[in-house]
């Protein structure tokens, strides 16, 4: 028997939430995973995340673990809640972030099994103070107990190349190592090593009718002009990006990388109950 995974990546304010409360089930219902994981930086209006939205991702969505990036910190109130979510996990290098438990968590999935989640943030075209992301993983690993063997990794980053390395780094070591933050979803899933699953970048949840999320005349503007207009998220256009992996609970190794795209309105007709807003 295999644990399946699934793993989503960042999703864009109330589009995005709106696009994950309405196919997640449908999702659930088609593959049942075991554990659900997804990224939450551009959760709350596209900055940062609310303990709203990660109670609701927690215990109406059923996320079993939610990680972060950049924007980890763009709504302040995150760090009354952050030390204590169980289910919260920060980039382990990111210049901010100086606790290496806040970095990782050890969970148990529904079928009992023991999975570990990490996060790591990239340095290039990032923010020039991120440390090194290699010796805090390695830190991280040698500290997970030995029957947990699910090792999952978000490395949130900007550079497809820090991605791919980090993929080869892990290999043989991590059970999946996937890339966000770019907001698109790359087609290069595939077993690394014949053990570690790996995919460049899962795609943003949210509103693709954007430039990575954002309304495009805003972002035109501020390329065309580098005024600075309000950044909101786009509205149309919802997809739910997300790649399923099985993983082996005995050994950690991955045995199958699937990646989805599904568009809302193709697949809305599928949807259960009201298709109104919540
Ligand atoms: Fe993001
Ligand atoms: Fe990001």
Known sequence: MTIKVLAIGDVIGKPGRRCLSKLLPLARERFQPDIVICNGENAAGGFGLTKKIYNQFVDNFGIDCITMGNHWHDKPEIHSFAPQAERLVLPAN??????????????????????????????????????????????????????????????????????????????????????????????????????????????????????????????????????KRRFEPATHDLWLCFILAEIDPATGRCVGIQRHRWEYEQMKDQITGSDEDE
């Open 94 to 227: 990111m210049m901010n972030v100086d606790r290496l438990d806040a970095a990782f968590r050890v969970l148990k999935s529904k079928s009992g099994h023991s999975f570990a989640v990490i996060n790591l943030i990239g340095r290039a075209f990032m923010h020039p103070d991120n440390r090194d992301f290699f010796t805090p993983v390695e830190a991280i690993l040698k500290q997970l107990p030995d029957q947990c063997k699910i090792r999952i990794v978000d490395f949130h980053g900007e550079a497809t190349s820090e991605k791919q390395g980090i993929g080869h780094f892990l290999k043989g070591r991590a059970s999946l190592v996937y890339g966000t933050h770019s907001h698109v979803p790359t087609a290069d899933e595939r077993i690394m090593g014949g053990f570690t699953g790996y995919t460049t970048d899962l795609g943003m949840t949210g509103p693709y009718d954007s430039v990575i999320g954002i309304r495009t005349e805003a972002a035109l503007q501020r390329m065309q002009t580098g005024e």
